[in-house]
């Protein structure tokens, strides 16, 4: 059966190979256009300056990928190049595929956004090992997947970085610190509660989930949310700010917020899936890219915050059902990043004009030249750069 898998991912990357068809030039946002040269040289120049080790970046106009490179190094000790094959860890581009995984399933019918969470599980979710902190917090009987999906669940990121209060010292243990629904505060436990449910549900796995109705649908053969001994044949290392190469994780156990690996093709041929309105009928896009709550966070981290700004509202920043969202000129635009040690992604679509671009790099140095990235390659001034932390190098 595997065999079989394989051979069909292979086929349809294969059969998928026009997709990265690549033109001399692309356009803009604005309608303007920049020769792939051009790029090139924009993209090489920031990275030295930033110092940034590895990058890969993809342009998709008229919802077709026209623009998809490779820079940079895998490993900055044995300087070898990276190409459009080399797998990344996709940290939390791992929400973006998930959620729309779990958009397929509410479209099938099989979980519905708005039914609390544990009246799917056959025993309270306090006798569930990993949530025995909440015993005495009822407030997890509100917990539904759209919460989780919109960051609104009063989690923290993850339960380690819990911060303690004047009445709560968190110690490690998950806690929910405000109304679940009430406000935004981004959340990986919220994502991996929600895995654990549909995994009750459907009696599969994350990784047999994906593949069935993502990574081989999409062909996305270089994918996967545990690791792959085919992926030792082409990878790359992450690197600190000094460009010390850290230590690849192996991750063998699927974790819906984080432990994706991915390709710059692969994860382009699924933004170019979800342009073309793929997978998901028109009313179910709209729903996953519908604001379900304003974000009035000064920043996006660290989570559990009193501190708010106003300075987002002209963009009307918001969180749809898995996708951060905002407006402009340009239109719509939805968006998700990626951020660990080591490594930074990011990735925006602009619906309108038909219109994307996918950073991944394998450095930590990768956000400082984000803002640049997105200004001359595609004309973006509008993401939220300050919110998102994206604090660009000193040109």
Known sequence: MKNKIKLLLLLIALLEGPLFAQQPAFRKLNNDIISAAKADSIVTKLMQKGKVTGLCVSVLNDNQPVYTKAFGFKNSQTKELIDTATVFYAASFSKAVFAFLMMELVQEGTIDLDKPLYQYLEKPLPEYD?????????????????????????????????????????????????????????????????????????????????????????????????????????????????????????????????????????????IAYVMQGKGLNKQTKAMMLTPQITINSKYQFPTITDDTTTSNNNIQLSYGLGWGLFNCKYGHAFFKEGHDDGWRHYGVVFPDKKTAIIIMTNSANGEGIFKYLLEELIGDTYTPWKWERYTPYNK
């Open 130 to 270: 990993n949530y025995k902190d909440l015993a005495g917090d009822d407030r997890w009987k509100l917990l539904t997947a759209r919460m989780c999906l919109s960051h609104t669940t009063g989690f923290p990121n993850w339960r380690f970085l819990t911060p303690n209060t004047a009445d709560y010292d968190a110690n490690g243990k998950l806690a929910i610190y405000f109304t679940p629904g009430s406000r935004y505060a981004y959340s990986g436990e919220g994502l991996t509660l929600l895995q654990m449910v549909i995994e009750k549900i459907t009696g599969k796995s994350l990784q047999q989930l994906a593949n069935e109705k993502i990574f081989i649908p999409v062909g996305m053969g270089r994918t996967a949310y545990v690791w792959q001994p085919s992926f030792d044949n082409d990878l790359a290392d992450g690197h600190d700010p000094q460009e010390k190469v850290l230590p690849i994780k192996k991750r063998t156990k699927a974790n819906a917020a984080g432990s994706m690996e991915t390709t710059i093709a692969d994860y382009t041929r699924f």
